[in-house]
Each structure stands twice: as C-alpha cells, then as structure tokens.
C-alpha cells in the first residue's frame, strides 16, 4: 500500500513539473525533467546557427562600411595634402617675389 502511494506521489510530482513546463515554456527545461518536455535540440542547434549567421552577416556589413568611410577618408587626406603642398609652394613663390621686388626697390633707391 505505502509502495502504492509513494508511486503515486511521483507520478503526480511528475505532472506538475511537466506542467509548469509547458505552463514557463521549453525553456524552464531542467535535466531532471522527463523527457516528452525536453526542448527539441535540433531546433535550438539551428536557431543558434542562425543567429550567429546573422551575427556574421552584421558584421561583414558593418566592415565593409568601415571600409568605404576609410577609403573615402584616405582619399580626402590625399587631396588635403596635396592642397597644402601647393599653398605651401605658392606662398614660398610669392614670399620670394615680394622679397626681391623690396631688394629692387632698395636697389632703385640707392641709385638715385
């Protein structure tokens, strides 16, 4: 009779794991749990295949933004540079021009 009983406390022990189971989702699955309200795990195994596909795919994009922005960056720092060499050359230029038109002009004083 006792067997009977302990029997019976199990089985309905059971039950009630297995419905908050079904009651929390696949989730709240525990090792101890029976086996008809375990989680599929080819379910799981691709829905993390998936997300991390995803995840890749997010971040090839993401390099590949990275890269344009950078190209685009290296072309403006090139044109830049090359701007300020040619400021830089023409300023030289007109610093010597200026300097040997007041020589000239010192010379032209001078003579007179």
Same mark, same amino acid.
């Given at each position: 009779? @006792?067997?009977?009983?302990?029997? !019976? ?5 059971? +039950? ?20 008809? %309200? %375990? ?7 691709? !829905? ?11 971040? +090839? ?17 090139? $044109?830049? +540079? ?6 830089? $050359? @023409? +300023? ?8 040997? %038109? ?6 032209? @004083?001078?003579?007179?």
């Amino acid at each position: 009779m @006792s067997g009977d009983v302990h029997l !019976l406390q199990q089985q309905l022990l059971m +039950e009630k794991r297995a419905r908050e189971v079904r009651q929390q989702g696949a989730w709240a699955w525990r090792a101890g749990m029976p086996c008809r %309200s %375990s989680p599929a795990p080819a379910f799981f195994l691709a !829905l993390k295949k998936s997300q991390r596909a995803f995840c890749m795919q997010e971040l +090839e994009d993401m390099l590949l933004r990275i890269e344009r922005h950078f190209k685009a960056e290296v072309a403006a720092r090139k $044109t830049a +540079e090359e701007a300020l060499a040619n400021a830089t $050359t @023409s +300023e030289g230029e007109a610093r010597d021009a200026v300097h040997r %038109s007041h020589a000239q002009a010192q010379l032209d @004083s001078q003579v007179l």
